[in-house]
């Protein structure tokens, strides 16, 4: 598996229950898809249906809006929570977070040469909160993603899995046009 991060694999592998919506599973962050889908239910809600079911079939999928499909899943939630309907999901909700304490990545790295790791963790003390990254495929975005700290949305811009390479600079620059006050870093390797 490769979501961001060693936690983020466990709860993926320690759940029974997966809701996508508006994501892309894609072979690349699945692994073994039998792995991967072993035990658990899916539901993926995509506004784009040739994305349903483009990877492994899930158990129900539902081609949506995601805003529309989250105020409709919400205005359920709370209703069935108002009449007592909601399961309680607080001690899941605690494995979650024991998990994300305990199974962070070490990055403090002191041989030579230097390690991937230790070089993200001085790029995250050397850029502040308001900084994007942009990268293209490959390792750097998969190092990038599991070691930058991003603290907003739109600050993490990638090519989502479409592979064109040398995509980095133009991006960065498409970046710089939207916005020449920001601080960008361009990820590419």
């Given amino acids: 598996l490769q979501t961001s991060h060693r936690y983020g694999n466990a709860t993926m592998l320690a759940s029974d229950f997966v809701f996508g919506i508006g994501n892309r599973w894609a072979n690349r962050h699945t692994g073994s898809v039998d792995v991967y889908s072993k035990g658990k239910k899916f539901i993926h809600v995509d506004i784009e249906p040739t994305q349903i079911g483009r990877v492994f079939a899930p158990d129900l999928g539902l081609v949506s809006d995601a805003g529309a499909a989250l105020k409709i899943l ?13 399961r309680d999901w607080s001690g ?5 977070q024991q998990r994300k304490k305990t199974m962070k990545r070490k990055t403090h790295f002191e041989q030579v040469p230097l390690k991937p790791q230790r070089v993200y963790e001085e790029m995250n003390k050397a850029f502040g909160r308001d900084t994007t990254y942009v990268t293209t495929i490959g390792l750097s975005q998969i190092a990038g993603a599991q070691f ?5 949305p739109r600050n993490w811009i990638n090519c989502g899995q479409a592979g064109p390479l040398g995509w980095t600079l133009p991006a960065a620059l498409g970046v710089r046009a939207a916005d020449p006050d920001r601080d960008i870093v361009a990820l590419s390797g």
């Fill in 148 to 152: 930058l700290h991003v603290y907003k």
């Fill in 92 to 96: 899941w909700a605690k494995e979650c």
């Fill in 74 to 86: 919400l205005d359920v939630a709370t209703e069935w929570r108002t009449a007592s309907r909601l």
